[in-house]
């Protein structure tokens, strides 16, 4: 039985607001219709439940990519608690620790803070979009690497950093191992990255401010283009502003509905490429609100679990479900993968594959993609390249 996630105590700690989530939308907006699993279930002594679990999990994966988590180990007054600290660094943050922590993307990763002015160290346009990621160093060395506003409650978040891996994510990755019909620990062992409280991936604390006017026209009424995560799995907790979009299996992007108290989880490239195509890396974006929450801010936490950086990924061909039925070769980024494979050539490692994103053509519009905009099918992509992969992204 999986044990509930137990914070330390906030006793002594400066005073922080309590963050007041806004109302949820009251239009009606063609919401995307993902599964919900209950993870609970996962731990209970009647094998039916939890094959019927694992049946579920494997039908999400299959048609969404993404799925609706529940019952996983934190309390809303826990998550509460997370959200509130959220706030509390970007309503704190001092304009030296802004310029001192300042991103370099350049770098392949994402670490520090991220200004309202693009996906670049270099100030740019105005998006809106405010962030702190938090990495390995940042949990090594918080006195050199985190705001100093939020660094005496660097215990709690790295505690529930430490339970959304340990537990939720190793948790998820066993249904998952279970959907592959691998032995439970397969994906756990041999792929998730175990190193300090992230792993090889990290946590975001990411504030985006309303877009409106000119800035709202230029951005066409995207905050974040289409894109897959290059990870493992995404751990984000649903919020009551709607921006979140995905790519569905009814080939049009749909929103994703507000939850409360649920982790929206998507599955990442790392995961598509290891399943042989049977889990799929679903695209996903971030648009404007509806016009009811035109002026809200949305506060918004995500843990990206990643996998081991010096792996080369390949298909787990020792699952049963791919000695049965193959690989599945639909457009995705395993499909490209494969013709590596297949030609020989040396696949990136997935250091390698995540840092190149990062450091190159991160949140690009689509049409200054290297390869501009192509059409499949009757559905628009944009077309890039790295390290000889063709990826494509529905616009």
């Given at each position: 039985?999986?044990?509930?996630?137990?914070?330390?105590?906030?006793?002594?700690?400066?005073?922080?607001?309590?963050?007041?989530?806004?109302?949820?939308?009251?239009?009606?907006?063609?919401?995307?219709?993902?599964?919900?699993?209950?993870?609970?279930?996962?731990?209970?002594?009647?094998?039916?439940?939890?094959?019927?679990?694992?049946?579920?999990?494997?039908t999400a994966i299959k048609d969404d990519g993404f799925l609706y988590l529940t019952d996983y180990g934190v309390s809303l007054d826990q998550l509460q608690r997370q959200f509130d600290l959220a706030q509390y660094l970007h309503r704190?943050?001092?304009?030296?620790?802004?310029?001192?922590?300042?991103w370099d993307p350049r770098s392949g990763l994402f670490a520090g803070f991220k200004r309202r002015l693009g996906w670049k160290r270099e100030a740019g346009e105005f998006d809106g979009i405010e962030q702190f990621n938090f990495y390995?160093?940042?949990?090594?060395?918080?006195?050199?690497?985190?705001?100093?506003?939020?660094?005496?409650?660097?215990?709690?978040?790295?505690?529930?950093?430490?339970?959304?891996?340990?537990?939720?994510?190793?948790?998820?990755?066993?249904?998952?191992?279970?959907?592959?019909?691998?032995?439970?620990?397969?994906?756990?062992?041999?792929?998730?990255?175990?190193?300090?409280?992230?792993?090889?991936?990290?946590?975001?604390?990411?504030?985006?401010?309303?877009?409106?006017?000119?800035?709202?026209?230029?951005?066409?009424?995207?905050?974040?283009?289409?894109?897959?995560?290059?990870?493992?799995?995404?751990?984000?907790?649903?919020?009551?502003?709607?921006?979140?979009?995905?790519?569905?299996?009814?080939?049009?992007?749909?929103?994703?509905?507000?939850?409360?108290?649920?982790?929206?989880?998507?599955?990442?490239?790392?995961?598509?490429?290891?399943?042989?195509?049977?889990?799929?890396?679903?695209?996903?974006?971030?648009?404007?609100?509806?016009?009811?929450?035109?002026?809200?801010?949305?506060?918004?936490?995500?843990?990206?679990?990643?996998?081991?950086?010096?792996?080369?990924?390949?298909?787990?061909?020792?699952?049963?479900?791919?000695?049965?039925?193959?690989?599945?070769?639909?457009?995705?980024?395993?499909?490209?993968?494969?013709?590596?494979?297949?030609?020989?050539?040396?696949?990136?490692?997935?250091?390698?594959?995540?840092?190149?994103?990062?450091?190159?053509?991160?949140?690009?519009?689509?049409?200054?993609?290297?390869?501009?905009?192509?059409?499949?099918?009757?559905?628009?992509?944009?077309?890039?390249?790295?390290?000889?992969?063709?990826?494509?992204?529905?616009?």
């Amino acid at each position: 039985m999986a044990k509930p996630f137990s914070p330390p105590s906030n006793e002594g700690k400066p005073t922080v607001p309590q963050w007041i989530p806004p109302e949820p939308t009251k239009m009606d907006l063609d919401w995307a219709s993902l599964h919900t699993i209950e993870l609970s279930l996962l731990d209970s002594p009647d094998p039916k439940v939890v094959d019927d679990l694992v049946q579920l999990t494997k039908t999400a994966i299959k048609d969404d990519g993404f799925l609706y988590l529940t019952d996983y180990g934190v309390s809303l007054d826990q998550l509460q608690r997370q959200f509130d600290l959220a706030q509390y660094l970007h309503r704190n943050i001092s304009d030296e620790d802004k310029e001192r922590l300042l991103w370099d993307p350049r770098s392949g990763l994402f670490a520090g803070f991220k200004r309202r002015l693009g996906w670049k160290r270099e100030a740019g346009e105005f998006d809106g979009i405010e962030q702190f990621n938090f990495y390995r160093q940042e949990f090594e060395n918080p006195e050199d690497r985190v705001p100093q506003c939020i660094q005496p409650f660097m215990d709690e978040i790295t505690a529930f950093c430490e339970y959304l891996t340990d537990s939720v994510n190793c948790r998820l990755l066993k249904l998952l191992s279970r959907a592959l019909e691998l032995p439970d620990d397969y994906l756990w062992d041999n792929v998730q990255s175990h190193v300090g409280p992230v792993g090889d991936g990290y946590f975001r604390h990411a504030l985006f401010y309303p877009l409106l006017g000119e800035d709202k026209e230029r951005r066409k009424g995207v905050r974040m283009y289409g894109h897959s995560d290059y990870g493992l799995t995404t751990l984000l907790f649903s919020v009551p502003v709607t921006a979140l979009h995905i790519f569905s299996r009814e080939k049009r992007w749909q929103p994703v509905k507000y939850n409360v108290g649920a982790l929206v989880v998507n599955i990442g490239e790392a995961l598509e490429i290891v399943s042989g195509g049977h889990f799929k890396a679903t695209k996903h974006k971030v648009t404007d609100t509806p016009a009811d929450q035109e002026h809200c801010e949305r506060l918004s936490l995500v843990q990206f679990n990643a996998s081991v950086g010096d792996m080369r990924l390949a298909p787990a061909v020792q699952s049963p479900l791919l000695q049965r039925e193959g690989f599945v070769l639909e457009q995705g980024v395993f499909k490209q993968y494969k013709k590596l494979i297949d030609a020989g050539v040396p696949v990136p490692t997935n250091k390698q594959w995540r840092e190149i994103q990062v450091s190159t053509n991160s949140q690009i519009a689509p049409e200054k993609r290297p390869g501009g905009i192509k059409e499949i099918d009757g559905v628009k992509y944009a077309a890039d390249r790295f390290l000889g992969v063709d990826v494509l992204l529905p616009v």
